[in-house]
């Protein structure tokens, strides 16, 4: 399983919308669209905070 896979199975397990998730993260829509996609990866320090 991929990094983008892992992260929206995880949502998805959790119940949230990517902009459930976004509210909960203080993250962009666009970010959470590009890590489910794997066009990007999310920024380490956003994760630890």
Same mark, same amino acid.
């Given at each position: #399983?991929?990094?983008?896979?892992?992260?929206? *199975? @995880?949502?998805?397990?959790?119940? &949230? *919308?990517? %902009?459930? @998730?976004? %509210?909960? &993260? /203080?993250?962009?829509?666009?970010?959470?669209?590009?890590?489910?996609?794997?066009?990007? &990866?999310?920024?380490?320090? /956003?994760? #630890?905070?």
């Amino acid at each position: #399983m991929t990094i983008a896979e892992r992260i929206k *199975s @995880l949502r998805k397990q959790a119940g &949230l *919308s990517q %902009e459930q @998730l976004t %509210e909960t &993260l /203080n993250v962009s829509r666009q970010a959470i669209t590009k890590w489910e996609t794997g066009a990007g &990866l999310p920024d380490v320090g /956003n994760a #630890m905070e």
